[in-house]
């Protein structure tokens, strides 16, 4: 039979595995974790988590280099979204209709708008260094946003890729919109 570390119980069924023990679900909670941290411990020692979650991630955080950074971040269960770089654009067929329809509202000067993923929910059609249009065409999702400062973002639900043409204005207004603020 296995016994919890902090509180010496005997433990029944369930335990969060540490690298030298175990403790209980109750115990654990106490220490400030949540259900979903159970399954990162398994290299961890009793010692290091004893004084709570809190304690937990600051000694990681002071103890860890910046390259161990992502490891890091798993061991915390925590998903690294990387916002805001750009990568791979693994758009889908839809995805690229509606940037060419977009595109093709745009006569002078098009060649300052590229398609770039900066988030792993949708792609961005970007003028410059602005986001003009955000949008994600999958089977669950089908909408189109635009960044409009004075209003906020503009989200539509469209349900065919073509239906980016019906938002002439939209591109109009998000453009106006650059234009005016990358000017100050």
């Known amino acids: 039979m296995n016994k919890c570390k902090r509180c010496g119980n005997v433990i029944k069924l369930r335990a969060v595995t540490l690298s030298d023990g175990f403790v209980c679900y109750k115990c654990f909670e106490e220490l400030g974790f ?10 961890t020692s009793y010692d290091e988590i004893k004084c709570g979650k809190s304690a ?13 950074a992502k490891r890091v971040a798993e061991q915390l269960g925590f998903r690294i ?5 750009e990568r791979e654009i693994d758009a889908t067929d839809e995805e690229l209709e509606i940037f060419d329809t977009i595109k093709g509202m745009i006569v002078y000067p098009s060649d300052q708008l590229r398609l770039v993923r900066k988030s ?3 792609v961005t059609a970007m003028f ?3 986001d003009l249009a955000r949008f994600k ?6 909408w189109i946003a635009f ?13 065919d890729p073509a239906e980016a043409s019906d938002f002439a204005d939209m591109v ?3 453009l106006s919109h650059i234009v005016k603020y990358s000017s100050r």
């Open 34 to 43: 949540q259900p979903s941290d159970r399954k990162y411990h398994t290299h």
């Open 147 to 159: 960044p409009v400062a004075e209003k906020g973002t503009a989200k539509h639900y469209i349900e």
């Open 81 to 85: 979204a990387h916002y805001g770089d």
């Open 128 to 130: 410059g260094d602005w």
């Open 137 to 142: 065409y999958t089977d669950r999702a089908k």
């Open 120 to 122: 792993d929910n949708y």
């Open 56 to 68: 937990y991630i600051e000694n990681l955080i002071e103890t860890e280099s910046a390259k161990d």
């Open 172 to 174: 109009t207004s998000s």
